[in-house]
């Protein structure tokens, strides 16, 4: 490292600087790098193949990626796809050609936000991936099954990562403050305790956001007469730009439970009056609108289908407006959930469903249902329901499961009166 790296090192932020290098040292993400997890025996055995991992901001995506280029025996490059183009890349397979052909080493090609390579650059990298002279290792925020062309996604392990834990978070903002070397240690700073969780708290989940928090709160923070920083809450407030949650951790969960029994429950005044409170507190008010978008399914469902999208309209609405006003679609939105008709069939008919599906995952589709467009002898006993004035009596599930049935109207709302058009017969 030049001395013009190490100024860069020690100007790039708190984010930046505090990734970890080491597998043993990454944070969250327990679902995939469990003990003896196929990507953990992977990264070990240096036997990674071509990957992609999906998932929200500030989850260690790029970071496994770069632990990853850093303990394998191989070598790497690294792109980003919005600064890069087919030239790049085209000069990454050449060195990572002349690599294999005189060292026997493989290399990683690690690319952030993968999803903005055109077809022309994916398509580039593909013979180098499928002869082995390259690993390609994509990072994005954007489904990739989505944004990101076929013939990529065949050739790639689809890994989706989630946002981090509290303790994560916890324990990374614990480890910025205390390291000397790449952190805040050289600092004499105290972060108070309602400060580190208020900044565990806005982070939701994003180690990026939580840290760069810390940073600002630090870097703009004069030392007291005793020549110490000292975070406290207001000043934690002050470089999110969101209000210290000012209930504890009990009585938000409490609030939170009363708040969606309430809508469970058809009670306009009490879910308006802890949904107040909660925002009062400081609580981020997206939250409060997720949980109506996850009532509106599971509590109102089909005996009121506009509950939905009612929902999801209030969270974009305010997700526009912002607070105060952003409070009046929310509370529109409340209201009209606890009016409308209840009922459960939706979320009885997914877990109903969803036991079938594992306990017969293997059960064989009719053939009359499968893909026949590339058969030589097609299934053509198929019956197409418009030829019939749009419904016909067919069996759609496999034999073991031909008589289930998992969906069960109430006699609620729209629901009443339903017709379950696979028990018809006339």
């Not at 703009?220 to 951790?249: C, F, H, M, W, Y």
């Not at 005996?303 to 952003?326: H, K, T």
Request: proline share 5%; aromatic share 8%.
């Amino acid at each position: 490292m030049d001395l013009f790296d190490a100024t860069r090192k020690s100007m790039a932020p708190l984010s930046e600087r505090m990734r970890c290098t080491r597998l043993e040292d990454f944070l969250g993400q327990e679902h995939l790098l469990s003990p003896g997890s196929l990507l953990t025996r992977a990264i070990k055995a240096d036997r990674l193949g071509s990957c992609i991992f999906y998932g929200p901001p500030g989850t260690g995506k790029t970071t496994l990626a770069n632990v990853i280029a850093s303990t394998t025996n191989c070598g790497y490059a690294s792109l980003n796809a919005v600064s890069s183009g087919v030239a790049d890349a085209k000069k990454v397979i050449e060195d990572a050609k002349n690599l294999l052909a005189l060292h026997g080493k493989k290399t990683y090609l690690l690319l952030d936000e993968c999803h903005r390579w055109s077809k022309a650059q994916s398509d580039c990298v593909l013979p180098a991936i499928e002869k082995g002279e390259i690993v390609f290792i994509g990072s994005t925020t954007e489904n990739p099954f989505v944004s990101m062309t076929r013939a990529i996604l065949s050739r790639c392990r689809v890994f989706e990562f989630k946002p981090l834990s509290p303790e994560n978070i916890r324990i990374g903002l614990l480890r910025a403050i205390s390291d000397k070397e790449k952190g805040l240690g050289n600092y004499n700073l105290e972060v108070l305790p309602e400060a580190l969780e208020h900044f565990v708290y806005i982070s939701n989940g994003d180690m990026r956001t939580a840290l760069n928090a810390l940073e600002l709160a630090v870097l703009t923070t004069d030392p007291d007469k005793n020549g110490k920083i000292v975070i406290t809450a207001q000043i934690a407030e002050q470089s999110s730009q969101n209000r210290v949650l000012s209930v504890d951790e009990t009585t938000y969960y409490d609030i939170l439970s009363a708040f969606c029994k309430s809508l469970r429950g058809s009670d306009a005044d009490a879910a308006l009056y802890y949904a107040m409170r909660l925002i009062n507190a400081g609580c981020d008010p997206l939250l409060i609108a997720r949980r109506m978008i996850a009532h509106a399914a599971e509590d109102v469902g089909l005996a009121d289908p506009n509950a939905l999208p009612i929902a999801v309209s209030a969270m974009l609405a305010y997700e526009r407006m912002g607070l105060p006003e952003g409070r009046l679609p929310l509370c529109e939105a409340i209201i009209y959930i606890c009016q409308a008709e209840k009922s459960n069939s939706v979320v009885k008919a997914l877990y109903a469903a969803d036991e079938a599906s594992k306990r017969a995952e293997d059960a064989g589709i009719p053939d009359y249902l499968r893909e026949n467009s590339y058969k030589q002898s097609p299934d053509k006993s198929y019956k197409y329901p418009h030829e019939y004035g749009g419904w016909v009596e067919q069996q759609y599930l496999p034999d073991s499961l031909k008589n289930e049935r998992f969906y069960f109207p109430s006699d609620n709302g729209a629901e009443k009166g339903a017709v379950i058009r696979k028990l018809r017969k006339d």
